[in-house]
């Protein structure tokens, strides 16, 4: 039964993709099954020559879309009243009882204000934001971003309706920085990325990708100094020769922080030959290339709340070697391919790689369904 109840959700454009872009899209697909739905999106989130992925921005990467029942607003820009007014009128027309900012970047805190203003004026609206990001480190150690956040995050996190992590781990690390009711913060579950289709054959994907090794250890995602690849590296190099000559390792993702470094690190390697770096955001119609022609993902994150790509690796039924740290302890605990490995352990991550070697293995992925996830913002957040 289709409820009368409408909801907006707001998070940001394609224009800048990111893993919270296809969380906005399929979060809104899902709700728009039962609700009216209506999304507004940042489109322009700061000047683009400071975007460490400006490569990418504004180009059509990603085949995934809302559906057509879903009213959209794409978009408002940082420093455009204009934008912010013909936001007001697309949310005052749409009348939404219920708004969820989604959270991830102090950049865009302004935008945030902006919305939470707009709910107050007129009806009751109740207006909840979802952490996707505690706190950013690479923010926090830029002093005028730091004092930014820390004046407009108190502004806006204060007396919202309730608020979403999508781990206990990440729950008490806001009620303990932000000073927030743990009755009011909700933990649901981060949805599976599972709009890529079917895998290919991994012999043909390897083909497609000119790698003739046997064994393809993958990194994939953003490339920052939290994603401990300098570890993995190392883990590499000390693998038996035998296997190593056996395997290649598949650093796939935009480097944004660490970049001289890392090139220096892959030279020098004794490996260097069996490493390859593709330095680009990968577009959607990659993505089953690169998983399929997979052996094991790693993902030697020093922190983490959530990780999209662990999300898209049990959708390909992945062996997943992963940190254990933040949220990821929760959310790859009930995947039977997970294997934890302590941050910055270069013989763990070695060990688990070796582990792998040779292992055939497909894993069911949890359930954890957008229609799932839905059904958890309906009970906790909707009280419906």
């Known amino acids: 039964m289709r409820s009368e109840k409408k909801i907006c959700i707001v998070g940001p454009s394609k224009r800048f993709i ?15 099954e039962r609700y009216d739905v209506s999304v507004i999106c940042f489109r322009q989130l700061l ?24 009213e959209v607003f794409d978009g408002m820009d940082y420093n455009n009243p204009f934008t912010w007014f013909k936001a007001y009128r ?31 004026l007129g009806k009751e609206t109740k207006v909840v934001i979802e952490f996707h990001e505690v706190v950013d480190p690479f923010e926090e150690a830029i002093l005028p971003i730091r004092l930014y956040s820390k004046l407009m995050g108190k502004s806006l996190r204060k007396d919202l309706d309730a608020y979403i992590t999508h781990s206990r781990s990440d729950q008490q690390l806001v009620a303990e920085r932000y000073d927030i009711d743990m009755e009011k913060i909700h933990v649901i579950p981060h949805g599976l990325y599972d709009q890529y289709g079917e895998p290919l054959e991994s012999r043909d994907a390897k083909a497609s990708l000119s790698i003739e090794e046997e064994f393809v250890i993958l990194s ?44 220096e690190q892959i030279e020098r390697s004794p490996y260097s030959e069996k490493i390859t770096l593709v330095d680009e955001y990968v577009s959607d119609d990659m993505i ?97």
């Open 18 to 32: 990111s893993g919270i872009s296809y969380y906005t899209i399929r979060l809104a697909n899902a709700m728009s």
């Open 47 to 70: 000047p683009t020559f400071l975007f460490p992925g400006k490569e990418h921005v504004g180009k059509d990467i990603s085949t995934l879309d809302f559906n057509s029942d879903v």
């Open 90 to 120: 697309f949310f005052k027309k749409q009348d939404p009882d219920v708004v969820i900012l989604q959270w991830w970047t102090s950049s865009v805190a302004h935008m945030h204000l902006l919305l939470k203003l707009f709910s107050s």
């Open 220 to 263: 994939f995602g953003l490339i920052r100094k939290y994603k401990g690849i300098p570890y993995l590296i190392e883990a590499f190099e000390e693998l038996p020769e035998e296997i190593a000559q056996k395997s290649r390792l598949l650093i796939v993702g935009e480097v944004w922080e660490g970049r001289k470094e890392l090139l």
């Open 288 to 384: 089953p290339t690169y998983f399929s022609a997979a052996d094991v993902l790693v993902l030697p994150y020093l922190r983490a709340s959530q990780s999209g790509i662990a999300h898209i690796g049990m959708s390909f039924g992945k062996p997943v070697v992963v940190s254990e740290v933040g949220g990821l302890k929760e959310s790859m605990a009930d995947y039977k391919g997970t294997f934890f490995v302590r941050p910055q352990n270069v013989d763990d991550i070695r060990e688990q790689i070796l582990r792998q070697f040779g292992n055939t293995d497909k894993y069911d992925p949890p359930v954890r369904t957008w229609d799932k996830i839905m059904e958890l913002f309906q009970r906790s957040i909707l009280n419906d």
